[in-house]
T-cell receptor, first 111, second 113 residues
Framework: QKEVEQNSGPLSVPEGAIASLNCTYSDRGSQSFFWYRQYSGKSPELIMS????GDKEDGRFTAQLNKASQYVSLLIRDSQPSDSATYLC???????????FGTGTRLQVFP | SQTIHQWPATLVQPVGSPLSLECTVE??????LYWYRQAAGRGLQLLFYSVGIGQISSEVPQNLSASRPQDRQFILSSKKLLLSDSGFYLCALSSGRGYNEQFFGPGTRLTVL
């Protein structure tokens, strides 16, 4: 079992729809969770971080964390073509400073 | 605000040649620094991390090495490149405090022929 798992996609959604990206992790002791956006050929950009169970909203983005189910998700409301990218889920391992990354989900938003 | 510089942006090297990639940061002091590699179609792999000058931890045994000669400088090196060293090399930093979010530099795309 991979430490952090994501569906590779592509996830295709129409413009204006809600995109839902999912991630599961294996280390029950993980405390910090991050979503990065990576455009093709570019470096990852941190877009959301979440540390407590529940929802965290920032503009069109909502991160959801369920530690009991070891599940973290990212919702993108009113999806735009400019949101088309690969979204990487990252989990901080235990009480270290190291991040474990999933392989990413490719999102395609079509007009 | 903090800034991460990496150079070169792209690099094509023959097998067996040496490598030196440099990462410098601005706008922060005593950061944690990281080297990652992203191979084509694969996830980010942590190669090295450093919590201070001269302090290097290796995550994956391989023909690469890292050094941190100054607080804001992190160098990735190899004496002899392999074909499998091709990839996108990313330097990242975190504050080492609080939630310790990591931020990435622009990366160096290395092709070994």
């Amino acid at each position: 079992q991979k430490e952090v798992e994501q569906n590779s996609g592509p996830l295709s959604v129409p413009e204006g729809a809600i995109a839902s990206l999912n991630c599961t992790y294996s280390d029950r002791g993980s405390q910090s969770f991050f979503w990065y956006r990576q455009y093709s050929g570019k470096s990852p950009e941190l877009i959301m971080s979440i540390y407590s169970n529940g929802d965290k909203e920032d503009g069109r983005f909502t991160a959801q964390l369920n530690k009991a189910s070891q599940y973290v998700s990212l919702l993108i409301r009113d999806s735009q073509p400019s949101d088309s990218a690969t979204y990487l889920c990252a989990v901080k391992r235990g009480n270290t400073d190291k991040l474990i990354f999933g392989t990413g989900t490719r999102l395609q938003v079509f007009p | 605000s903090q800034t991460i510089h990496q150079w070169p942006a792209t690099l094509v090297q023959p097998v067996g040649s040496p490598l030196s990639l440099e990462c410098t940061v601005e706008g922060t002091s005593n950061p944690n620094l990281y080297w990652y590699r992203q191979a084509a179609g694969r996830g980010l792999q942590l190669l090295f991390y450093s919590v201070g000058i001269g302090q290097i931890s290796s995550e994956v045994p391989q023909n690469l090495s890292a050094s941190r000669p100054q607080d804001r400088q992190f160098i990735l090196s190899s004496k002899k490149l392999l074909l499998s060293d091709s990839g996108f090399y990313l330097c990242a930093l975190s504050s080492g405090r609080g939630y310790n979010e990591q931020f990435f530099g622009p990366g160096t795309r290395l092709t070994v022929l």
